[in-house]
């Protein structure tokens, strides 16, 4: 058997996975390049007050490292990020990480892929897994004046801890989920805090309950009762929240409308309950889970600002209304490019192809996986799959046992594999009709929508993704080199 010689790009979750995964696979040529200095991804970057996950912690959990010690059902940035060293402590990946070294160009040719970093590396490799996260380069809005601010300023995913909080006037714009946990976290630390809100967002309502000492010593000594836990919330959630939003008119979806709607109501004040009363429907922006927005909108020395930013200046915002609210500190919580993904990286592909000529319109990936043109390329977590709405470290630990099965073909002779423009377009089709039943398409603004206001999602269940990453149905990929040598059940 052949052995491969693999670059990965990115330590993230799922960079992570993919070193363990290869290697169970017995692929152990591997090389992860990670532009940062440590591990991490999301979580290395975002550490904003108030981070954690809304995927409870033992289902954002790989399968395969299951972790007893979660302090709570939904933990903190802080622990997951210390989760994730670990694991990549104790299985390896620092070893096979050269951290410093941001890859900026991959070009294809003859079965191989040369990769380029900016420090000056150079090296050639058969297969190459992006691994590069979809939330990852922030969207830092063209608000006039920005620059002139006296004050610090700077996104969420760019929190700079020197800049003191306490006691201080802070303006957050954006009212996602980001935006959420950092009002929620920083309420009562303020002097004052302005919340600067576009769009009204449903907030279903959470409780984030610890585990005790008793609960973790149980999971401890009886792994198999983790493992339960952990499919037990995996169908909850599949069936109280991911396979809700891809029906609009399922049972589901009206218990979770009607459970935002009464925690609405939990807000005292008619004119602020009217004023962060949205006007589509639950779900269609990426739904926020929070227990402590709306208590925190809710003190004496919060103001939520409905009023458009119209600048900014040096001694705060002014909003559209004339009125100037001075700030200290200002925290653009405004999300992400979500249409980035292995990009700025110049990508080549056969015969010269440009991945961002491919991609010029909207990027596009066969089963958000792999693209035409682009042989031994695997994107994780790529264009069009199950994001917001699943566990993404499922999603990644699938898509690898399904990217497993085609560097088989790899392995056994093949010189490259990618799947077909017919299977691309296909796919493309069939997943464009089927967003037409989801809430995503009700009305309103979101990450999720595409510039034709298509959502650039899985519209799919989780369940349907699970039996598409089975194995790959080899009619979908043009193999070149030995074919005939490996044959994978489709
Ligand atoms: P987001 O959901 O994209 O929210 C960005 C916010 O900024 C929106 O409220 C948007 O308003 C506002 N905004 C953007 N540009 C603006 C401008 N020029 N002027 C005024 N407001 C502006 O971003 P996010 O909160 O960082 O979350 C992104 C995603 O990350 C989430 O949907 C979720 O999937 C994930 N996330 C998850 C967790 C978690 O707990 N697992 C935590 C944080 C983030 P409009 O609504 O009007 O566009």
């Known amino acids: 058997m052949r052995d491969l010689k693999i670059a990965v790009i990115g ?36 550490t904003y007050p108030g981070i954690a996950c809304d995927v409870p912690s033992h289902l954002y959990s790989y399968s395969f490292a299951p972790n007893a010690d979660w302090s709570h059902t939904f933990a903190s940035g802080d622990e997951i990020q210390a989760y994730f060293q670990d694991v990549a402590r104790n299985q390896g990946v620092y070893d096979r990480t050269r951290f410093g070294e941001e890859v900026v160009s991959l070009v294809y040719g003859d079965g191989r892929w040369s990769l380029a970093t900016a ?14 996260g979809v939330l990852h380069h922030p969207n830092v809005p063209d608000l006039p004046g920005l620059d002139s601010f006296a004050g610090d300023a700077f996104h969420s995913a760019r929190w700079d801890h020197d800049v003191a909080i306490d006691g201080r006037r802070v303006g957050v714009v954006g009212t996602g989920s980001s935006a959420a946990q950092i009002t929620g976290a920083l309420v009562d630390r303020v002097a004052h805090l302005d919340l600067f809100q576009r769009t009204p967002q449903w907030i279903m309502p959470v409780d984030n309950t610890p585990y005790d000492d008793a609960q973790r010593q149980v999971f401890r000594d009886d792994p198999a009762q983790m493992r339960q836990a952990r499919e037990g919330l995996g169908r909850a959630f599949a069936d109280h929240f991911a396979n809700a939003v891809i029906d609009a008119d399922s049972p589901a979806m009206a218990i979770i409308e009607e459970a935002c709607r009464a925690h609405l109501e939990s807000v005292a004040d008619p004119d602020l309950r009217e004023r962060l009363r949205p006007d589509y429907r639950a779900g269609c922006k990426r739904l926020i889970a929070s227990g402590d927005f ?6 004496p020395n919060a103001s939520l600002v409905t009023e458009g930013i119209e600048r900014i200046e040096a001694k705060g915002v002014r909003t559209a209304d004339g009125e100037l609210h001075e700030l200290d500190v200002l925290v653009l919580a405004t999300g992400f490019r979500s249409d980035r993904f292995l990009r700025p990286i110049d990508v080549r592909g056969r015969d010269g192809a440009s991945l961002d000529e491919v991609w010029a319109e909207r990027p596009s990936a ?30 990644a630990e699938l898509q690898l046992d399904y990217t497993i099965q085609l ?84």
């Open 294 to 299: 709306y208590d925190a909108l809710q003190r």
């Open 11 to 46: 330590a993230g979750m799922a960079g992570i996975a993919t070193v363990i995964k290869l290697r169970e696979a017995g692929i152990d040529d591997v090389t992860v390049f990670e532009k940062a200095s440590d591990v991490g991804g999301t979580w290395r970057e975002n």
């Open 407 to 490: 560097l088989d073909q790899l392995r056994h002779g093949a010189e490259s594999v990618e799947p077909t423009v017919e299977a691309a377009e296909a796919f493309e089709e069939a997943r464009v009709e089927a967003t037409k039943g989801t809430v995503w398409v009700t009305g309103c603004r979101s990450w999720y929508l595409d510039d034709r206001g298509i959502p650039a999602a899985w519209p799919w269940s989780i369940d349907h993704f699970r039996e598409v990453m089975q194995a790959p149905d080899l009619s979908q990929y043009r193999v070149t080199g030995d074919v005939a040598a490996v044959s994978v059940e489709s």
């Open 119 to 132: 420090g000056g590396y150079r090296g050639e490799f058969d297969v190459v897994i992006a691994a590069t």
């Open 366 to 395: 066969h089963v958000a996986l792999a693209v035409p043109h682009f042989p031994n390329l695997f994107l994780l977590n790529g264009p069009n799959g199950p994001v917001g709405n699943f566990s993404l470290i499922d999603v």
